[in-house]
Structures are given as C-alpha cells and as structure tokens.
C-alpha cells in the first residue's frame, strides 16, 4: 500500500517536473519538443495548416483574428506570434497573464506550445477557460496556422 502511494507520488512530480522542464528548459526552438518517442517520428510529417484552421475553430468561440478582429471573451489573436503576452489594448487580462508579459514572456512557437498544452499548468491563475490540447501534432498544426494570422 505504501510503496503504490510512493509510486504514485513519484509520477505525479514526474509529471510536474516534465511540464516545468518543458515550459522553461528551452529558450526558444522553432518546434516544440516532442513527448514521446512515437511523437516524435510523427513530428516529421509536414505542418498541415488546413487541419491547424479547423483545430482553430474551437478557439474561435472566444477569440477573433485578421484584419478587422475584434475582443471577445479572449483577446484577438492576430500577429500572435512574437506578441508580448498581455499585450492587446482594450483587453481585460488577468494579472497573471499581465504580470507574465511584465516579465517577459513573448509568444513564440515554443511557448504557445507549451500554453495549450495546459494552459494552467503553463500559466497558474490565467482566466482562459480551455482545457489543453493533449497531441502534440494538433498543437503544431494550430501553431503553423496561428502564424498566419495578420
Ligand atoms: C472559452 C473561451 C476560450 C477558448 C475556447 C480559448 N481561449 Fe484563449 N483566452 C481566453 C481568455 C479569456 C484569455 C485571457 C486570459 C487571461 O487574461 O488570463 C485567453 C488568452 C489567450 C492567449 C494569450 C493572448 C495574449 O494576448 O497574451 C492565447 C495565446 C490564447 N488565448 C490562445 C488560444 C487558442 C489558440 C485557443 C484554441 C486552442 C484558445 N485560446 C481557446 C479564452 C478562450
């Protein structure tokens, strides 16, 4: 009973320990690093931004993007990509996610990813009510369609 209470506890800090390493280990790579080994094969296929667009549409409910976007729920997510976080005007942010851009968290691919990966693990006390999105394929495939995004 102890020992599975161990075990247990172990691969809970594993856990957490992963999604930390993989928020904040690497600066800033083109493509979010893989979490498994069968992933990581998957990784060489081709960024298919079609499929990134209808991932899209279950953001879409609260975030607008492209010339004319406009606040909704979420702040408009156009030139997302290198946007300071907590950045668009007019947006009623939480002060975690002000206090995130206040020190310096830019929105490059890497840390988009690791944001929907776990939008609260990533960013405790943020007020995105999303829960993740767990393949890390859909993620890059959002990702290559985000920066197209003007
Ligand atoms: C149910 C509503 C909802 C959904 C669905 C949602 N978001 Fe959000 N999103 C928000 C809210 C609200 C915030 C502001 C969070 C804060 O201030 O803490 C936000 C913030 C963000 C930010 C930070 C923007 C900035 O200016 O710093 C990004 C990036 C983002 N969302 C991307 C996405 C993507 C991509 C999806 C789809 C996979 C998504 N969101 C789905 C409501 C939503």
């Given at each position: 009973m102890k020992t599975k209470v161990v075990v247990?506890?172990?691969?809970v800090l594993g856990s957490v320990m992963f999604f930390l390493s993989n928020a904040f280990a690497n600066p800033d790579p083109e493509?979010?690093?893989p979490v498994s080994k069968r992933q990581a094969l998957?990784?060489?296929v081709p960024v298919d931004i079609e499929k990134g667009a209808r991932i899209f549409?279950?953001?879409?409910?609260?975030?607008?993007?492209?010339?004319?976007?406009?606040?909704r729920i979420g702040p408009k997510l156009n030139a997302l990509i290198g946007r300071k976080?907590?950045?668009?005007?007019?947006?009623?942010?939480?002060?975690?996610?002000?206090?995130?851009g206040k020190?310096?968290?830019v929105w490059t691919p890497y840390k988009l990813d690791a944001f929907l990966m776990a939008p609260n693990v990533f960013l405790s006390g943020n007020k995105m009510p999303f829960k993740g999105i767990?393949?890390?394929i859909a993620r890059r495939d959002l990702i290559?369609?985000?920066k197209t995004l003007n």
């Amino acid at each position: 009973m102890k020992t599975k209470v161990v075990v247990i506890a172990l691969s809970v800090l594993g856990s957490v320990m992963f999604f930390l390493s993989n928020a904040f280990a690497n600066p800033d790579p083109e493509v979010p690093l893989p979490v498994s080994k069968r992933q990581a094969l998957q990784l060489n296929v081709p960024v298919d931004i079609e499929k990134g667009a209808r991932i899209f549409a279950g953001c879409s409910g609260c975030h607008d993007a492209g010339p004319s976007a406009i606040n909704r729920i979420g702040p408009k997510l156009n030139a997302l990509i290198g946007r300071k976080a907590g950045s668009v005007e007019c947006y009623g942010y939480s002060k975690a996610l002000l206090k995130a851009g206040k020190n310096g968290l830019v929105w490059t691919p890497y840390k988009l990813d690791a944001f929907l990966m776990a939008p609260n693990v990533f960013l405790s006390g943020n007020k995105m009510p999303f829960k993740g999105i767990k393949d890390v394929i859909a993620r890059r495939d959002l990702i290559g369609y985000l920066k197209t995004l003007n």
